[in-house]
């Protein structure tokens, strides 16, 4: 398959895809308006956020009967990324993540599940049950969407041709996308390819976790959803042209294969492979270099920070993240470890 898909997927948007299937829940519920232009000062806290869920009023939990079924026979191959990190003789966790799931990834592992019950505070990149779902359809439209830019004036020949055939092959709707940016137009599409292979935000990791702790632990957030959004904005067109490249080129059965890579944990061999790929596409060092240190580099080492500084109020933590910002060099891992923190590969 399309390795460079298959990182850009895994690496970069699977939280930010969750997100877009929000935005795709509630668009034929907002009125045809005009977008308003962008609003470039707008600026996010970087630091942890405790969520206080006692009261939340526009809370984005699933009902019921879309929690996951407690299945019997478990993948003895079933091995999902997870570390531990001692300080001062507290144990806590790092787990990776995927942020889309279905009922084949539940239960988790029992060490999983054990490592969760005993920490005390869940952390997580953003804090999905506290989304105000309108606010977030509104916010795309206001930085997402250029109604005096056409979509394909932002892209290449190249990826416009590529674009137009897979919106014929797929039979996506495509005309929808018409006035999207790139960035946004690419976490569509692939929200809408995992939800046509099954997936759902609704039994993502992320949300599972969240679910589990919204009456027992403290939550914590790492990043905000406006962090991510204008990051995503901001990014060079050049970068949106491969996300979106990457994604109509995608072959078939790459969700699932990304999918068994998180099952089976295999985080650094995954990212090795698809540095090694994106090179031998023809991806220069210098953009694949920008890329890392947009998506993962620079995150990383606020995520690190924002765990860190819960570890030295001794609290035990369980830090559920994209499992790509756990693998390779300047990791969270990497970073933490750089702090002293003791992380071992459970």
Not at 170 to 180: A, G, K, L, R
């Amino acid at each position: 398959m399309n390795k460079i898909s298959r990182f850009l997927l895994i690496a970069v948007v699977l939280l930010l895809i969750a997100i877009s299937a929000v935005y795709l829940s509630k668009t034929e519920t907002i009125a045809d308006t005009t977008p308003d232009t962008h609003n470039d000062s707008q600026q996010a806290s970087e630091q942890p956020v405790v969520k206080d869920h006692s009261n939340s009023a526009h809370s984005a939990l699933p009902d019921e009967t879309t929690q996951p079924e407690q299945l019997n026979d478990i993948d003895q191959e079933y091995s999902p990324a997870i570390w531990k990190v001692e300080h001062n003789g507290v144990t806590s966790y790092l787990f990776g993540s995927i942020h889309m799931g279905d009922q084949s990834m539940f239960p988790l592992p029992e060490p999983i599940r054990t490592a969760f019950s005993e920490s005390e505070i869940l952390v997580v990149e953003i804090d999905m049950t506290n989304i105000n779902q309108m606010e977030v359809a509104q916010t795309v439209q206001k930085i997402a969407i250029n109604p005096d830019k056409p979509l394909k004036d932002h892209l290449t020949e190249s990826t416009a041709q590529k674009y137009d055939e897979y919106c014929e092959e797929t039979q996506s709707p495509c005309q929808m996308f018409s006035s999207f940016e790139p960035w946004f137009a690419a976490m569509t599409l692939e929200a809408l390819a995992m939800q046509q292979s099954g997936y759902t935000e609704q039994l993502g990791i992320d949300m599972h976790f969240l679910n589990e702790a919204k009456n027992s632990k403290t939550i914590v957030e790492l990043e905000s959803l406006d962090s991510q959004l204008n990051m995503l904005d901001s990014m060079p067109v050049h970068l949106q042209d491969l996300m979106l490249l990457s994604t109509v080129t995608r072959e078939e059965g790459a969700t699932e294969s990304m999918v068994q890579a998180w099952k089976t944990g295999d985080v650094e061999s995954f990212l090795a492979e698809s540095e090694m790929s994106a090179k031998d596409q023809g991806i220069s060092e210098e953009d694949y270099e920008a890329f890392m240190d947009l998506f993962l580099y620079e995150r990383n080492q606020g995520m690190a920070d924002g765990i860190a500084e819960l570890l030295e109020q001794g609290k035990s933590v369980f830090a559920v993240v994209g499992a790509a910002h756990y693998g390779g060099d300047k990791s969270v891992n990497y970073y933490l470890e750089q702090k002293g923190y003791k992380v071992t590969r459970m």
